[in-house]
């Protein structure tokens, strides 16, 4: 058990049958009544997100979820294939439960799976991610980086906003949390 005034984000813990990721949290100390926890909370089952108040002090269940780091192999039909680096045992997960994640696979890739007692919760993705630019309009002569932005699709299929001077074939690093681009790889 964890008590609430403990919050970080990005920490799992089980609610009403559910298992849930932090995704913000705020301590409340209201001039009048008790203090409170006001969190926004990720369904880690669903995608859902919540946001749900507690007691200040309230006890809630931690939840022990294991990464798994796993290897992306490829899609079949709705199913997407992962394979265990260690064991070499594969996972199947479908297209619904990794739909934002799927922006960012790519064949071959190192990710970790998220598992809670042998069941798969989902992907967690690295901070930032290395795709290619397969469309975007020239860059024009005289174009800086302080300039403006063009649109650009990278070979995942995301749509991006990238600085005028890139060009198709450039190799961009992406940050996975804010599907945005960072810089030239």
Do not use: C
Not at 92 to 114: C, D, G, Q, S, T
């Amino acid at each position: 058990m964890i008590s609430v005034n403990d919050f970080k984000t990005g920490l799992t813990i089980e609610v009403d049958g559910g298992l849930w990721r932090v995704l913000d949290f705020q301590h409340v100390k209201p001039g009048k009544g008790a203090a409170f926890v006001r969190s926004k909370l990720r369904n880690l089952r669903n995608g859902a997100i919540q946001e749900k108040t507690f007691r200040a002090g309230e006890k809630v269940e931690k939840a022990q979820i294991d990464n798994r780091k796993m290897q992306y192999l490829y899609a079949s039909g709705d199913q997407h294939v992962f394979m265990d680096m260690e064991s070499y045992e594969q996972v199947e997960l479908p297209a619904a439960n990794i739909e934002y994640e799927l922006k960012f696979l790519k064949e071959n890739m190192e990710v970790h799976i998220m598992m809670f007692n042998y069941e798969t919760l989902g992907v967690e993705l690295p901070n930032t991610v290395v795709l290619e630019v397969t469309e975007t309009e020239p860059g024009i002569k005289g174009d800086t980086s302080s300039g403006g932005t063009k649109s650009a699709t990278l070979e995942t299929g995301l749509h991006v906003q990238v600085p005028f001077f890139i060009n198709q074939g450039d190799k961009l690093i992406i940050n996975t949390t804010e599907a945005a681009y960072v810089s030239r790889a």
